[in-house]
């Protein structure tokens, strides 16, 4: 079964340092998303991004943050200057036109 | 505003009984719902969907009802089993091409052996 890929699994970072990470879509899928959960808390919407472009964002995606897809394959989400309230497991998705998401396994980002 | 409620945090249930998961919107424009099953340290994955021109849709021992005049949905697993036992989410997208989802808090469904 088809599968979306984060990597890496486990991020430590120091607070003010950039953060890279990747997420692998399935291939024919054409919505992409970032997705984040602080322990304990809910699953918060970042980001969706559709024709090489941000489609919608929440409030939380401020101007730290942005979203790549450099190669067609790829998808990244980059924070340039993390704070230690960036601390949270981060989720990439990606969906066809009317299916529910797939979910990567998320990648567990530590600012410490 | 939080669009889509799930108003008990945790769940526990019997081995082979029934599990009755209950999810609250209030945005009348979601026309679209989905309930994502997730278990520690992995991603949520889709479990199942329901378009609002239905009120039921089954599969497996997974069924989902819609009570749109209540802003009312629910997940039904019947039978339950341990490896149920994970934090199930509701969510509705804003429009069918499955564009940004709200997401409820989630219910910790526990199956008791």
């Known amino acids: ?112 | 505003d939080q669009q889509v409620k799930q108003n008990s945090p945790s769940l526990s249930v019997q081995e082979g009984r029934i599990s009755i998961l209950n999810c609250d919107y209030t945005n009348s424009m979601f026309d679209y719902f989905l309930w994502y099953k997730k278990y520690p340290a992995e991603g949520p994955t889709f479990l199942i969907s329901i378009s609002s021109i239905k009120d039921k849709n089954e599969d497996g021992r997974f069924t989902v009802f819609l009570n749109k005049s209540a802003k009312h949905l629910s997940l039904h697993i019947v039978p339950s089993q341990p490896g149920d036992s994970a934090v199930y989410f509701c969510a509705a997208p804003l429009n069918t091409n499955a564009g940004k989802s709200t997401f409820g808090d989630g219910t910790t469904l526990t199956v008791k052996p």
């Open chain 1, 1 to 112: 079964e088809p599968e979306v890929t984060q990597t890496p699994s486990h991020q430590v970072t120091q607070m003010g340092q950039e953060v890279i990470l990747r997420c692998v879509p399935i291939s024919n899928h054409l919505y992409f998303y970032w997705y984040r959960q602080i322990l304990g808390q809910k699953v918060e919407f970042l980001v969706s991004f559709y024709n090489n472009e941000i489609s919608e964002k929440s409030e939380i995606f401020d101007d730290q943050f942005s979203v790549e897809r450099p190669d067609g394959s790829n998808f990244t989400l980059k924070i340039r200057s993390t704070k230690l309230e960036d601390s949270a497991m981060y989720f990439c998705a990606s969906s066809d036109i009317v299916g529910g998401y797939t979910f990567g396994s998320g990648t567990r980002l530590t600012v410490v």
